[in-house]
């Protein structure tokens, strides 16, 4: 199944080496983002693609408590342990892949941390996120990157750990971002250690 190396990677999934070194630091900086548009407005809709154990909406609702939350995950195992994880009538998790994701709402901020790189037919995809996205909404999507030989051999190995992937470049992410008719507001590299590859921030705008 192609997914299913996420469902056998939840339940240790909080405690990999890579919480360090990358899904933390990503956080970080994407919460550099988020938080300030929330204490501008607190009643806006969040949607989380690909929120594995929802260690972000987590750490984002117990600042803010009044934002309508959603985190969609293929793997049932993740969305289990994010709902055991996190609570309130604003914070709903799904079990869905991005494929089959429908919704009849609009997001004002939509985030997709580490999961683009597995998602099939990503021209498709990316279009059907700034579909969900308001106007004026924001989009942000962070993943490992390859724009070296040093990207090229890590995300090699990274590869063999995850499902089927592919890195895209910072220029091919442009590219996708174009076409979507998403507008790049900033591009910003991730990198706390020499050996981690390039870990791109794309923050855009709908
Ligand atoms: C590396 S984890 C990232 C989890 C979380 N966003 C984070 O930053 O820690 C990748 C996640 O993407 C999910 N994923 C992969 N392909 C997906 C798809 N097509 N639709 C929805 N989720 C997907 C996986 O199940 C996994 O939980």
Not at 10 to 34: C, F, M
Not at 73 to 90: P, R
């Amino acid at each position: 199944m192609r997914y299913e190396v996420w469902e056998k990677l939840a339940h240790k999934y909080n405690n990999l080496w890579v919480q360090k070194y990358s899904l933390g630091p990503t956080r970080r900086e994407v919460k550099k983002i988020v938080l300030p548009l929330l204490e501008k407005n607190d009643q806006l809709k969040i949607l989380d693609i690909g929120c594995g154990t929802g260690q972000l909406i987590k750490e984002i609702s117990e600042q803010y408590h009044e934002v309508s939350y959603l985190g969609i995950d293929v793997a049932e195992n993740m969305i289990q342990i994010a709902k055991d994880s996190n609570n309130g009538s604003n914070i709903n998790f799904r079990a869905a892949s991005i494929e089959s994701f429908e919704s009849n709402d609009k997001y004002d901020i939509i985030m997709c941390m580490h999961a683009f790189p597995y998602f099939p037919n990503k021209e498709e995809m990316l279009k059907k996120i700034s579909g969900m996205c308001t106007d004026n909404g924001q989009v942000i999507i962070v993943n490992s990157s390859t724009n070296s030989l040093k990207d090229l051999i890590i995300n090699f190995f990274l590869k063999a750990t995850t499902s089927k992937a592919k890195y895209l470049s910072i220029k091919e992410m442009k590219k996708l971002f174009d076409m979507a008719n998403l507008k790049v507001k900033n591009i910003h590299v991730i990198r706390e250690r020499f050996y981690m590859p390039t870990i791109a921030l794309f923050h855009t705008e709908r």
